[in-house]
């Protein structure tokens, strides 16, 4: 009787075993029905919509994509509803949204504050995609470009004849042309350049990061290039049109900027030399205040470098049109600021006068007789740079023990300045980034691009890419991996980002500027080659709109510019239905650690296209 209990038991807890096992299968065969119903997207009542056949956005590490010119996406079976971003008119074609000649127009013009940014209010953002001249190619390879750049690109011919003489540029066809000449270059930037090289060491490898001010086309950081000496060139958007455009369309960096009432966008202590050939900077005025802003982005041991007025007046007086009372006093209040920011002029031969910066402070503060004015600034950011006003007070250098200590640490000569630990890491003076996690930057970086070249072959073809952007670039492994390629990278470091990496990017000898993505670079449409951006949608997933800083991605985007995204896998499948419906190429792939990595990559092609024949036309 035992026995036949015991078996009745049995079998009925087989036989709940079995219901049990039924009721799990059907639970999960209807939640899997279920997932895989979604409901169709709604519209945004200020976009025009369609529905389209858009690529799959699913991570595929296998589907190659082709980086050469596309037209149409590939289609699937996936219907979703995506916004649309119609085609500007062409009158926004060099749209620069911070710098619009119109808006500067309500701002003072004293000390040229209407040439600084005013970027417009949120709900004044274009939301349609910048064009093309019609005709735009492709630019020229470096080294070509630096002397050519096609007519379709920059159609301004403006400065052919504001500029004939001092042989700026010429219009040969359907082409401009570059003969390196200047204001101040009368045989030419290289000439000039060597002039200089004869005051000064420009080949050792002391001198790698220069800024020059109100740069005109850029032809003495094209022509200093071959140095090994890259230089930030930025000139306001003014009545000579297009002047930092041709700068950009010749593969030189530059930026829209002028010295007004606030700080340059750059950190203290980060370009070994400054420069200005008759760039019409008034550096005796208002006490002094443009010098005191050369001197606080200068390095320690750095050079001013001056030509035109009013060095060499007794010569050029009467071409430039100013008395010699005129131009005797201006040399004399330029001295005096000089010497107040104990500067010591160690030459003047011809055109040329060099000034440089002491390498610390030490004289300056145990003998105020040398310096009598402007004091030094109370205690304070002197990296604080975006908005910041500038101040008639001489910027703090770290201090030092001895007069032969420089300020802040020496750094290495190029290229050993590169891998070096820099001395703003080494010195504990950047939160949260140590010399071992530099040390690992570097190795990851050089991981990184070797994974990015196996995506993107184009990428290792010397020449294919030479303006790069890096939206987000810590400590500027990016750029320095890509070094010994003919390219350049212009490195941000956001203003919103957790650590304030910029200087130590600069003494790697690196270029950038600070910005934010909320905000319209201070650049021009289709100035970049290849866009990268890590991890700025998750920083910026709070504080602005993504499809904004997509357009702003797409503005100053080359038609048939490549773009590389690294994210978090939920924000990289938002981004591609934007980047789908700006008609860009679009493929998801896998970190390069695999497919169990959160983070996925995002390469992307701007797909070619261009303002139509007959003009204005677009919204």
Known sequence: MAGQTTSYYTHLRRKNNLLLTCFLFFLC???????SWQPRATTSPTVTSTTINCPSTVPDSHKPLDFTTHHSAAATNNNITLKTYPPCSLKYSEHTPCQDPKTSLKFPRARLIYRERHCPEKHHLLKCRIPAPYGYKNPF???????????????HKDLTVEKAVQNWIRFEGDRFRFPGGGTMFPNGAGAYIDGIGRLINLNDGSIRTAVDTGCGVASWGAYLMSRDIIAMSFAPRDTHEAQVQFA?????????????SKRLPYPSRAFDMAHCSRCLIPWGQYDGVYLIEVDRVLRPGGYWILSG???????HWKGWQRTKEDLKEEQT???KVAKSLCWKKIAQRGDLAI???????????????????????????????????IETCLTRLPEVSSNEEVAGGAIAKWPKRLDMVPPRVTSGSIEGVTPDIFQQDVILWKNRISYYKTVNNQLGQPGRYRNLLDMNAFLGGFAASLVKDPLWVMNIVPVEAKADTLGAIYERG???????????????PRTYDLIHADSVFTLYQDRCEMEDIMLEMDRILRPEGNVI???????????????????????????????LVREKLLFAVKLYWTAPADSDQGS
């Open 565 to 595: 995204i690294r994210d978090d896998v939920d924000l990289l499948v938002k981004v591609k239905r934007i980047a789908d419906s700006l008609n860009w190429e679009s493929q998801i792939v896998d970190h390069e650690d695999g497919p």
């Open 309 to 315: 007025p009013p060095i060499n007046w007794q010569k």
């Open 333 to 335: 209040r330029i001295e």
């Open 510 to 524: 690196l270029i950038g500027t600070y910005q934010s993505w909320c905000e319209a670079m201070s650049t021009y």
């Open 141 to 155: 390879r470096w080294p070509t470009s630096r002397d050519l750049v096609w007519y379709a690109n920059v159609p």
């Open 29 to 35: 065969s209807f939640s899997y029905l279920l997932g």
């Open 248 to 260: 950009l369309e010749r593969g030189v960096p530059a930026l829209i900027g002028v010295i007004a």
């Open 355 to 389: 000034w440089q910066k002491p390498i610390n402070h030490f004289n300056c503060k145990t003998n105020p007789k040398l310096t009598p004015t402007p004091p030094f600034c109370p205690v304070q950011n002197p990296d604080s740079a975006w908005y910041t006003d």
